[in-house]
């Protein structure tokens, strides 16, 4: 049986103290089901031929920006650096309801590391990214951000979607909100079936695939 393990870098600051908090609520939930339920995710050749087969036809104007060599990494980069989005900002969100309501001496730290967030997030705003980045990757990454930082901002009384007003994203980012704040159930099972929405609402079911926690192939560790 494989053991949760955090690993983190000593020189961070005292924001920490919130992100050693924010993987330990990933650890209990996960634990907090029985052993059947403990789903985790894993991506095959077939998951990425799907996802290539989504994208195709915008890396024809990738590579009047990328040199060929590098093509090929910019797209898996991309294909991974979304499917990790998807996986973990559905949870994402409920641990930072459970962090801001349970422990209120880290919301000092919780607002500078959502700070920090957003502004690695807005960069996905960025006009430039379209010439290295595909349009759905775009769209889905964006309207994503949206959705993470409107919940959690409401609900920790802060506005953190003031970047993307006026943006293409709003209102798609709305909707998908109001289906997470409607229907998520809070609890690990419950972040594998709103993943799963999200998955949906994006077309993005094909992207990745569930495995036990007990059946993870060798070098998972490795990729994730």
Known sequence: MLAPIIYFNPKHDQTINHLVAHECGHALRMWGVPEEQRLIPKSSEENHKT???QIVEDIPELAQS???????D???TQYQGL????LSKPP???IEYWLYDDFPDLRPYQQISLQ???INAVRGLDSEISKIATAKIISASNTMSYCYF???GLHIGQNLVSPYSGSVYVNRGKELAEITAREYRN??????AMINRWAAFFELQEWFSWTGFEDVPPGYLDTV
């Open 51 to 53: 996802a290539l087969l």
């Open 66 to 72: 990328s040199p060929p060599e590098k093509l090929v």
């Open 74 to 76: 910019l797209i898996n």
């Open 83 to 86: 499917v990790q989005q998807l």
């Open 92 to 94: 994402d969100i409920m």
């Open 116 to 118: 920090r967030q957003r």
């Open 150 to 152: 409107r919940l959690v």
């Open 187 to 192: 609890d690990y099972s419950g972040d594998i």
